[in-house]
């Protein structure tokens, strides 16, 4: 089977070839000076007119036959390439279409943290004006000092870090929208 694979694949190499060589500079000289050698022997008295006609007669259609061949040979090619090519046009277009409704989620998902971002914002002023309150209410000095660095420590600190952490989604987020649009 991979003998027949082999010879198959030497045999259109070879067709190719031919095929390349017959639509090319040189061919038309060879085939010119073989015209005209063929038209000076019957001059030059070496071959009789009708004898070089009909010999001439048959390589050209034997030519033309095997040029036949050969052309719709690179024409079947040409035809499998072009449905090769419409098969990958048209999965890049499903893949496009794939990164559009990636790219609208991403979109989605930016303005839902952007939501969150804001209502955290709200809720560490909320505190703040807690803390505020507290420390207003409370009589001693130190409970207000202890109290405001508990609340602040262990609120503000962990929701200023989730903000810079969303800040950095968002940020990467970002930055791969326009890497997509870029593409």
């Known amino acids: 089977m991979k003998k027949d694979i082999e010879k198959i694949e030497v045999l259109e190499k070879i067709a190719n070839g ?15 000076l073989f015209f005209a050698i063929s038209f000076l022997l019957p001059i030059l008295h ?13 390589v050209v259609s034997l030519e033309a036959i095997y040029l036949a061949i050969f052309i719709q040979m690179s024409v079947n090619k040409s ?4 449905e090769d090519i419409q098969e ?10 794939d990164i559009q409704e990636d790219i609208e989620e991403i979109s989605e ?29 409370e009589e001693e000095e130190e409970r207000s ?3 405001k660095n508990v609340i602040l420590k ?7 870090n989730e903000i810079k952490a969303l800040k950095d989604i968002i940020a990467q987020l970002k930055e791969e929208i326009d890497q997509l649009k870029k593409e």
Do not use: C, Y
């Not at 070496?46 to 048959?58: G, N, P, Q, S």
């Not at 262990?154 to 200023?160: A, E, F, I, L, Y």
């Open 109 to 137: 998902d930016i303005e839902e943290i952007s939501e969150d971002i804001e209502e955290i914002n709200e809720d560490i002023e909320d505190i703040q004006e807690d803390i505020e309150e507290i420390n207003e209410e």
């Open 18 to 32: 031919i095929t390349w060589w017959i639509g090319s500079i040189p061919s038309l000289i060879v085939h010119t």
């Open 88 to 97: 990958d046009i048209e999965e890049i277009s499903e893949d496009i279409e």
């Open 145 to 147: 000092e202890r109290a």
């Open 46 to 58: 070496i071959v009789e007119f009708d004898k070089m006609l009909l010999i001439l007669t048959t």
């Open 154 to 160: 262990s609120n503000v600190s962990s929701n200023k």
């Open 79 to 82: 035809h499998e390439k072009i």
